[in-house]
T-cell receptor
Framework: NAGVMQNPRHLVRRRGQEARLRCSPM?????VYWYRQLPEEGLKFMVY????????ESGMPKERFSAEFPKEGPSILRIQQVVRGDSAAYFC??????????????FGEGSRLTVL | SQKIEQNSEALNIQEGKTATLTCNYT??????LQWYRQDPGRGPVFLLL?????KEKRKERLKVTFDTTLKQSLFHITASQPADSATYLC?????????????FGQGTTLQVKP
């Protein structure tokens, strides 16, 4: 059973370009979360999605960032007009439907964005 | 303000000893607290979850305690091995909504020397 798959693992962009990060959750999981880890900082929640729905985007910057989890295909985190401060590791996590009282998240290996 | 704090200094111990890591939080009311392990360049891996009504949880050489009065969790690794060297993260969810919106500490790096 494959784990959470993220790609690309490493992405280099110049300031002003767009970055697209993809995440395929574990098989059978319908909840997807994106977290960001800045250098020397802890993981910070960005957004929680279910299929075709954004449930909680309270951690997303108001501008340039968007996320989707379509009916078919992976979840996408999109960063428009990247700036150097966007350089970070972006982690996707998933959990099964009806996680209930478990709360455990399964993380991917992350996508490391470097903005030149 | 709300905070979740782990000792930012690295913890260096000798192989075979018990490692104890601390997680303190303020102004949160978590229904449970989780511990994850993260290796360099990798994603976090879930280790243990302890609920607010549990005092202690064990899994093989790992033990977690949770004191809601002190607002503190302790994470112990007994008979530590060099392979236990990693960064350990504590995480909680405010309240009991089970949304997966975890708040993470910055992590404590453990180095076990042979």
């Amino acid at each position: 059973n494959a784990g959470v798959m993220q790609n690309p693992r490493h992405l280099v962009r110049r300031r002003g370009q767009e970055a697209r990060l993809r995440c395929s959750p574990m098989k059978g999981h319908s909840h997807v979360y994106w977290y960001r880890q800045l250098p020397e900082e802890g993981l910070k929640f960005m957004v929680y999605l279910q299929k075709e729905n954004i449930i909680d985007e309270s951690g997303m910057p108001k501008e340039r960032f968007s996320a989707e989890f379509p009916k078919e295909g992976p979840s996408i985190l999109r960063i428009q007009q990247v700036v150097r401060g966007d350089s970070a590791a972006y982690f996707c996590a998933s959990s099964p439907p009806g996680t209930g009282s478990t709360g455990e998240l399964f993380f991917g290996e992350g996508s490391r964005l470097t903005v030149l | 303000s709300q905070k979740i704090e782990q000792n930012s200094e690295a913890l260096n111990i000798q192989e075979g000893k018990t490692a104890t890591l601390t997680c303190n939080y303020t102004n949160y009311s978590p229904a449970y607290l989780q511990w994850y392990r993260q290796d360099p360049g990798r994603g976090p891996v879930f280790l243990l979850l302890i609920r607010e009504n549990e005092k202690e949880k064990r899994k093989e050489r790992l033990k977690v305690t949770f004191d809601t009065t002190l607002k503190q969790s302790l994470f112990h690794i007994t008979a530590s091995q060099p392979a236990d060297s990693a960064t350990y993260l504590c995480a909680l969810e405010h309240g009991s909504s089970n949304t997966g919106k975890l708040i993470f500490g910055q992590g404590t790096t453990l180095q076990v020397k042979p």
